[in-house]
């Protein structure tokens, strides 16, 4: 089946609040898209929402590398090839993960709903459903409360909370939270690389007493072997985010003493699905759990990092929570929530519906 058309753009969506991190505060987000349509009038789409503090590449970038004349000219090519053109596409747009996410994604929609699969069960689908955590941006103490309840009243259970711009005010922020919730909720940190080594200790003696469940990259890109000075008990539960971009990174965190228990996919670090199948495939010979996570994203990007998670046996965690932020969106469907855990709906392709 012979793709006819390619059509790429730019979105500007607003959020539905803004939200602060370590670094950075966000009150809207622009995601580029492409389309590719096959013979049989069937459309595949992807979107690129890559974090330009994180790997480089801005949206607008990524959107003019969509319409660029490699991309113009995979009319014609035969989309049983979409591997084979996934591979080329990373021989074009090397470290461009956003645009890399939107080819890879596109293409595997199409594909799914030329041969009428999902891409979870072509590439074999090993569970159903996990609970995604609800993100709470850095803020006040009597705010993070009142977030948290917000997302409890949804239905769901898992909170994870920015933290990294004052340890004493994040150790507060957690003791609040377990204090307000409990044991019937799980807490999730993330510092995005906001500690130093002193103050990571400092945030894990405290809260030892309360079940953290993972904390992601709380030192730097780059201070990872400051993590070993740690012990292997506290090293599980920390998780590679930033420092995670690629396969290469995947490998070199998995030999010897690893500094990292759990991995955080993004397919806008990797490149789409199958850099990050790549990365799950070292993970899993490595002994190492996977967490998925997303930036502020389309339904369509989200859709396909479920689709990924769940076909791969070492998933344990998501936290795609990215498309729920958005006022608006491009797609409807593609998975659902069900007490809190997101379900995908094993249609062709990807499942969603373009609006």
Same mark, same amino acid.
């Given at each position: 089946?012979?793709? !006819?058309?390619?059509?790429?753009?730019?979105?500007? $969506?607003?959020?539905?609040?803004?939200?602060?991190?370590?670094?950075?505060?966000?009150?809207?987000?622009?995601?580029?898209?492409?389309?590719?349509?096959?013979?049989?009038? $069937?459309?595949?789409?992807?979107?690129?929402?890559?974090? =330009?503090?994180?790997?480089? /590449?801005?949206?607008?970038? %990524?959107?003019?590398?969509?319409?660029?004349?490699?991309?113009? +000219?995979? !009319?014609?090519?035969?989309?049983?090839?979409?591997?084979?053109?996934?591979?080329?596409? +990373?021989?074009?747009?090397?470290? @461009?993960?956003?645009?890399?996410?939107?080819?890879?994604?596109?293409?595997?929609?199409?594909?799914?709903?030329?041969?009428?699969?999902?891409?979870?069960?072509?590439?074999? *689908?090993? $569970?159903?459903?996990?609970?995604?955590?609800?993100?709470?941006?850095?803020?006040?103490?009597?705010?993070?409360?009142? =977030?948290?309840?917000?997302?409890?009243?949804?239905?769901?259970?898992?909170?994870?909370?920015? #933290?990294?711009?004052?340890?004493?005010?994040?150790?507060?922020?957690?003791?609040?939270?377990?204090?307000?919730?409990?044991?019937?909720? %799980?807490?999730?940190?993330?510092?995005?690389?906001?500690?130093?080594?002193?103050?990571?200790?400092?945030?894990?003696? !405290?809260?030892? #007493?309360?079940?953290?469940?993972?904390? /992601?990259?709380?030192?730097?890109?780059?201070?990872? *072997?400051?993590?070993?000075?740690?012990?292997?008990? *506290?090293?599980?539960?920390?998780?590679?985010?930033?420092?995670?971009?690629?396969?290469?990174? &995947?490998?070199?965190?998995? &030999?010897?003493?690893?500094?990292?228990?759990?991995?955080?996919?993004?397919?806008?670090?990797?490149?789409?699905?199958?850099?990050?199948?790549?990365?799950?495939?070292?993970? *899993?010979?490595?002994?190492?759990?996977?967490?998925?996570?997303? +930036?502020?994203?389309?339904?369509?990007?989200?859709?396909?990092?479920?689709?990924?998670?769940?076909?791969?046996?070492? %998933?344990?965690?998501?936290?795609?929570?990215?498309?729920?932020?958005?006022?608006?969106?491009?797609?409807?469907?593609?998975? =659902?929530?069900?007490?809190?855990? @997101? !379900?995908?709906?094993? &249609?062709?392709?990807?499942?969603?519906?373009?609006?």
């Amino acid at each position: 089946m012979k793709i !006819v058309a390619v059509r790429a753009y730019l979105k500007k $969506m607003a959020l539905k609040k803004p939200y602060t991190i370590a670094y950075n505060t966000f009150s809207d987000v622009s995601l580029a898209f492409l389309e590719i349509e096959l013979a049989n009038g $069937m459309i595949g789409y992807g979107s690129g929402s890559p974090a =330009e503090e994180v790997v480089g /590449e801005t949206t607008e970038q %990524t959107v003019s590398n969509l319409n660029t004349s490699f991309v113009a +000219n995979l !009319v014609g090519r035969d989309i049983r090839h979409f591997q084979q053109i996934i591979f080329e596409s +990373n021989l074009q747009f090397p470290h @461009l993960p956003g645009t890399l996410a939107a080819i890879d994604i596109a293409l595997h929609d199409a594909f799914g709903k030329y041969l009428g699969v999902s891409i979870a069960s072509f590439y074999g *689908q090993k $569970m159903n459903a996990l609970p995604t955590s609800m993100t709470i941006g850095i803020k006040g103490l009597d705010e993070t409360i009142e =977030e948290a309840k917000e997302y409890a009243a949804m239905g769901f259970k898992v909170f994870k909370v920015k #933290t990294g711009m004052d340890v004493h005010e994040d150790i507060e922020r957690i003791a609040a939270l377990y204090a307000a919730f409990g044991k019937d909720y %799980t807490i999730r940190v993330d510092a995005n690389q906001g500690y130093d080594l002193d103050q990571l200790k400092l945030f894990l003696e !405290v809260t030892a #007493t309360y079940p953290l469940e993972l904390i /992601e990259q709380p030192l730097p890109v780059g201070q990872e *072997q400051s993590l070993l000075a740690l012990s292997d008990a *506290q090293r599980k539960q920390l998780t590679a985010d930033e420092a995670l971009k690629d396969p290469q990174a &995947a490998l070199h965190f998995s &030999a010897g003493i690893q500094p990292f228990g759990i991995y955080n996919i993004k397919l806008m670090k990797c490149g789409g699905l199958l850099g990050a199948k790549e990365i799950a495939t070292i993970a *899993q010979h490595a002994g190492i759990d996977l967490f998925w996570g997303c +930036n502020d994203e389309s339904i369509i990007s989200i859709t396909a990092a479920l689709h990924m998670a769940y076909a791969c046996s070492n %998933t344990k965690y998501i936290d795609l929570d990215g498309s729920f932020d958005l006022m608006e969106d491009l797609v409807t469907g593609g998975f =659902e929530v069900k007490d809190g855990c @997101l !379900v995908i709906n094993n &249609a062709a392709g990807f499942g969603f519906t373009k609006i």
